[in-house]
């Protein structure tokens, strides 16, 4: 064969070769342009065989990287290898990672000086390595037990704090076999669990693992099958929380609870009968008195009678500060029994109680439309008693006393208001207002044991609620308590 | 006709008994006896006495006045009685337990004239000489 013909034959097998190959691989000459390539190459970059002589940068703006085009030439003039040139592009496929290699050719006389580039796209292959890495790091952050295991229950991974919770570390775990490092007593038999995870499920149990060192641990254990995408089992997830503290607090809460509620029956017994305890000799001071006062009054001086009638009047308080206080106290153990209440029915139904001895007196009393709320029934009716008891005693040196009730819905709160032209108060005491035992008016001019107030606003509180007042002294009073539409 | 109305109180506080018996012997009609506790009382019924109404104070010493109840009702002679239990106030948790023994009348103390004819009318009896009960 003549030896351009020769040549020509080594050329077509060459060009067979490079073309056969999967690598995308490119022949460029002396000036860096393309004089072949394989259809690997042409695939990779979306390219066409008319880029055939144009240069890299021609055929793709992403070819244009600073010091690329010097690194070729460089591999063309000194013979020595590009190797593991790694670069990041957007192209118009997406963002491609590359790892280029490139040589120079030995080559037949017309091909001299050509340069073989072979491109490997590494880009899957960088992003599940990170993808990895943020998995290890994620790994190794979670205070969790984290174990893979394959199909056949050999140990995958073992994550730090799998080697913390049970004592082998990752080096003694992975490979073996699960049942070989993993001891562990559970609220699921293995055959049943074994037989839900076939099934695809998640399961989950409690119970005791055994450390490398010999203790057991109370763990609770999720079991995750892990599938592909065509739904071949491919092995498994088991997450293992340390279940001792939650165990322990448990247990505390348990205690506590049970004090708690040891505490407050003592609490209720010693109320109920300190407050019996002490209505017995209050009872015989003021039944004594009476006495003195009913059957003695002809032999009594006016002054020896007003004597008498302070012992009686005060007595008479205290016992009504006792029954106060007990309510009070009980009010914040008792549970509350929440459902629809009629407000106003609730307050129509007050009126004769709270009128009751009144008669003389000129009261104009008017309750206007009351949304109903949701509360305890019982407390919301302490609550418009003693409002409106206040507001009936309050007006006492009134010659016509009148009294306004409403009630309207704001935002997502029912409010209601009590209004009075009484004695008023002060707004400089505003804060006291609602204090236990406050009160801002001499018992002399009003009686009062400064519980009332205190009483209502307990309840309101305890319904989700807020309470607030204005008055003027020697003008009047208004009270309003707020309610949430909504189940407290 | 006009017979004195035997009463039995059962109390062991003097001073509430002495309270309790001025406001009721205000009214000449009654013939009040008093006993200071539980098993006093249960003895001076077995001797035979017959009161027309018991005023009961649930308070007692010794045999508390539940169980006092209970034997009052346990024995034929004494289970028709009628009995007015005394209470502190009308909170007493006692009461609720009185009541499911029978006894739905109280008295929150001090016991007053008026309080008492209107927990024996409680009862279905009435006052004035302390008639026989409506059926």
């Known amino acids: 064969m003549a030896p351009v013909a020769r040549i020509e034959e080594a050329l077509a097998y060459a060009r067979s070769i490079v073309d056969l190959v999967q690598q995308p691989l490119a022949v460029l000459d002396r000036d860096l342009r393309l004089s072949h390539a394989n259809p690997a190459f042409y695939d990779l970059f979306e390219l066409d065989a008319d880029v055939v002589g144009k240069r890299l940068a021609e055929m793709r703006s992403a070819f244009d990287i600073p010091g690329f085009v010097e690194a070729l030439t460089s591999v063309i003039e000194s013979s020595t290898p590009l190797r593991d040139y790694e670069v990041t592009r957007d192209f118009p496929s997406g963002t491609k990672t590359l790892v280029v290699q490139a040589s120079a050719l030995a080559a037949p006389r017309e091909h001299a000086d050509a340069l073989l580039v072979a491109f490997d796209d590494v880009s899957e292959r960088r992003e599940t390595e990170r993808a990895l890495r943020q998995h290890e790091y994620l790994l190794a952050a979670i205070t969790d037990t984290v174990i893979t295991l394959d199909t056949q229950w050999r140990i995958l991974s073992w994550n730090p704090a799998a080697e913390k919770f049970l004592g082998y570390t990752a080096e003694e775990a992975v490979g073996k076999r699960s049942e070989e490092v993993i001891t562990i007593e559970q609220s699921i038999d293995r055959k049943a669990l074994r037989e839900k995870l076939t099934l695809g499920e998640v399961v989950s149990s409690q119970g005791k693992i055994k450390q490398k060192a010999g203790t057991w641990v109370d763990m609770e254990s999720s079991t995750v099958p892990v599938r592909d995408a065509d739904g071949k089992a491919l092995g498994y997830v088991v997450i293992m929380h340390d279940f001792r503290a939650t165990k322990e607090l448990e247990r505390q809460l348990r205690e506590h609870t049970s004090d708690v509620e040891e505490a407050n029956k003592e609490l209720d017994s010693f109320t109920y009968s300190v407050s019996h305890d002490l209505r017995a000799p209050l009872r015989a001071i003021d039944g004594f008195s009476r006495i003195l006062v009913e059957d003695f009054s002809g032999r009594m001086s006016k002054e020896e009678m007003r004597l008498l009638d302070v012992i009686r009047k005060n007595t008479q308080q205290m016992g009504q500060l006792i029954d106060d206080l007990l309510a009070f106290s009980r009010l914040g153990r008792k549970e509350m029994s929440v459902g629809p209440v009629d407000m106003k029915a609730l307050c129509v139904d007050l009126v004769p109680e709270v009128l009751a001895g009144t008669e003389a007196r000129s009261i104009d009393m008017r309750a206007k439309y009351l949304p109903p709320c949701i509360g305890d029934r019982a407390l919301l009716r302490q609550v418009w008693l003693n409002l409106l008891a206040n507001a009936v005693k309050y007006t006492r040196k009134r010659e016509h006393a009148v009294i306004s009730i409403s009630g309207e819905e704001i935002g997502d709160e029912l409010v209601y208001k009590v209004e009075d032209n009484g004695a008023g108060f002060d707004m400089q005491y505003i804060d006291k207002l609602f204090g236990v035992f406050q009160r801002l008016h001499k018992p002399a001019e009003f009686e009062g044991t400064g519980v009332g107030l205190a009483l209502v606003q307990r309840i309101v509180r305890r319904h989700g609620g807020r309470v607030w007042a204005e008055g003027a002294l020697g003008s009047g009073a208004t009270f309003w308590f707020s309610l949430p539409k909504r189940s407290p | ?135």
């Open chain 2, 1 to 135: 006709m006009n017979r004195p109305v035997d009463i039995l109180i059962v109390e062991d506080s003097d001073e509430d008994a002495e309270l309790t018996m001025r406001s009721l012997q205000k009214q000449k009609m009654t013939k009040l006896h008093r006993c200071s506790d539980g098993v006093e009382a249960l003895e001076f019924l077995k001797g035979g006495a017959m009161p027309r109404v018991i005023l009961l104070d649930l308070k007692l010493p010794k045999l508390n006045g539940l169980e006092v109840l209970r034997e009052l009702k346990k024995s034929d002679a004494t289970k028709s009685i009628p009995v007015v239990v005394l209470t502190s106030s009308k909170e007493d948790r006692d009461l609720q337990a009185a009541y499911e023994l029978g006894v739905n009348s109280y008295i929150v103390k001090p016991v007053e004239f008026d309080k008492f004819v209107t927990a024996i009318e409680t009862l279905g009896l009435y006052w004035v000489g302390l008639n026989e009960p409506r059926s």
